[in-house]
């Protein structure tokens, strides 16, 4: 399993911007699938963004497609997660997790967080109105 690390959670008014990294200190992320996921109060790990580092696919759920962007980072072994026009919806606790790549599609894993194996400890994210 791989050691996951957040950093850039932080507490922000509506329609401003958080950047997310996640490394992986010492470890290649190329045949990893790298998901965000999303953990508000009281509810399920929800399945933010994921990207498949060798081939760039990316998944985004509906909710934040158009202000969230996923990204990898090779030579880092890092992958982010850009948030734009942040609203109080997208509160909770934000978590990196990876897992090798192949088992099924990036969509399909993204929804699946139980899939995962690597977790990081989680960062948080709160948007103010």
């Known amino acids: 399993q791989l050691q996951l690390v957040e950093v850039g959670g932080g507490s922000v008014q509506a329609g401003e911007s958080l950047r997310l990294s996640c490394s992986a200190p010492?470890?290649?992320?190329?045949?990893?699938?790298v998901g965000w996921f999303r953990q508000a109060p009281g509810k399920e790990h929800e399945g933010i963004s994921c990207?498949?580092?060798?081939?760039?696919?990316?998944y985004y759920t509906e909710s934040v497609k158009g202000r969230f962007t996923i990204s990898g980072d090779n030579v880092a072994n890092a992958a982010f997660l850009q948030m734009n026009s942040l609203k109080p919806e997208d509160t909770g606790v934000y978590y990196c997790?990876?897992?090798?790549?192949?088992?099924?599609?990036?969509?399909?894993?993204?929804?699946?967080?139980?899939?995962?194996?690597?977790w990081g400890p989680g960062t948080q994210v709160t948007v103010s109105s």
């Open positions: 997790a990876a897992l090798r790549s192949g088992i099924t599609t990036v969509q399909d894993m993204c929804t699946r967080p139980g899939l995962f194996g690597s």
């Open positions: 990207l498949r580092v060798s081939d760039g696919r990316t």
């Open positions: 010492g470890y290649g992320l190329n045949y990893y699938t």
